[in-house]
Nanobody, 122 residues
Framework: VQLAESGGALVQAGGSLRLSCTTS????????MGWFRQAPGKQREAVSC????????LYAGSVKGRFTISRDNSKRTLYLQMDSLSLEDTGLYYC????????????????WGQGTQVTVSS
């Protein structure tokens, strides 16, 4: 099982980024997927998740209305569109496979990527 995040960068507050997570080694189309993040000195938190068929998408309250999760099962890829970024969005962003998704965000997952750094500057 391999998950590889990309798209993290240094961006100014108010800007946008799109994270991608390419995967291999498992049946992507049958797995719920999620994005987590960990800010310096803080615990890891779930940001968003999406069910295997894309029918359900959940968001943390802090990102709702600004972030959009999506997936392309034909490309085995998960995405996170992040708009109106704020300083509080700074952190290492991980994609994860196999977590529950609903009725609340998951707090863990069986499979993880290595993370991509998002830094928001003022």
């Amino acid at each position: 099982v391999q998950l590889a995040e990309s798209g993290g960068a240094l961006v100014q507050a108010g800007g946008s980024l799109r994270l991608s997570c390419t995967t291999s080694g498992f049946s992507f189309g049958g797995f719920n997927m999620g994005w987590f993040r960990q800010a310096p000195g803080k615990q890891r938190e779930a940001v968003s998740c999406i069910t295997w068929n894309g029918d359900t998408m959940l968001y943390a309250g802090s990102v709702k209305g600004r972030f959009t999760i999506s997936r392309d099962n034909s490309k085995r890829t998960l995405y996170l569109q992040m708009d109106s970024l704020s300083l509080e969005d700074t952190g290492l962003y991980y994609c994860a496979a196999g977590s529950a998704c609903g009725p609340s965000l998951p707090d863990n997952a069986p499979y993880w990527g290595q993370g991509t750094q998002v830094t928001v500057s003022s």
